[in-house]
């Protein structure tokens, strides 16, 4: 079982629509959660962090955390084009320093 | 300064030669890593340093050197590599002490291809 596991996708959604992509993994000891978003051929930026189980919200982004299940998820509201990346989960857990296990990350594209 | 830079952002280098990737931060973060990413593939970690002193070397051969000379620079040597080990290398710096709601910050990356 990976650590942090994502669908790869491509996720597709039209303009305007909301835009779900889940990650769960697999440490329970997992203790702060991170979604950056990467364009292709570019670094990674981080989009949201959550470490409390609910909702964090941020604009147009929220991030749910969901501990006793292991699952994590970002909504993307009124998705846009420039939306259009590879979205990646990463976790950090307790005892594991600083140290951030990525996910394989969701391919999402937004359409016209 | 909210930046990590990295040079040189594309290198091409044969087999046979050393070359350097340079890492830069002011942010006053004591916690840099080196992180190697394939094409589709998530960035892999390769190594952490904190306070300039190695804390994590994930089994990296050892034709990849790190070096951390103050905290603010890393630098990784490059030795007789492999094709295998084109891809693109990212620098992240962050607080020591937790991650707390800034995770990483990465750089741009280093693009390299070895021919």
């Known amino acids: 079982q990976k650590e942090v596991e994502q669908n790869s996708g491509p996720l597709s959604v039209p303009e305007g629509a909301i835009a779900s992509l889940n990650c769960t993994y697999s440490d329970r000891g997992s203790q702060s959660f991170f979604w950056y978003r990467q364009y292709s051929g570019k670094s990674p930026e981080l989009i949201m962090s959550i470490y409390s189980n609910g909702d964090k919200e941020d604009g147009r982004f929220t991030a749910q955390l969901n501990k006793a299940s292991q699952y994590v998820s970002l909504l993307i509201r009124d998705s846009q084009p420039s939306d259009s990346a590879t979205y990646l989960c990463?976790?950090?857990?307790?005892?594991?320093?600083?140290?951030?296990?990525f996910g394989t990350g969701t391919q999402l594209k937004v359409e016209l | 300064d909210t930046e990590v830079t990295q040079t040189p952002k594309h290198l091409v280098m044969g087999m046979t030669n050393k070359k350097s990737l340079k890492c830069e931060q002011h942010?006053?973060?004591?916690?840099m890593y080196w992180y190697k990413q394939k094409a589709k593939k998530p960035p892999e970690l390769m190594f952490v340093y904190s306070y300039e002193k190695l804390s994590i070397n994930e089994s990296v051969p050892s034709r990849f050197s790190p070096e951390c000379p103050n905290s603010s620079l890393l630098n990784l040597h490059l030795h007789a590599l492999q094709p295998e080990d084109s891809a693109l290398y990212l620098c992240a710096s962050s607080h020591e002490q937790g991650l707390g709601n800034y995770g990483y910050t990465f750089g741009s990356g280093t693009r390299l291809t070895v021919v």
């Open positions: 990463a976790v950090n857990r307790v005892g594991g320093g600083n140290k951030l296990t």
């Open positions: 942010m006053g973060h004591r916690a």
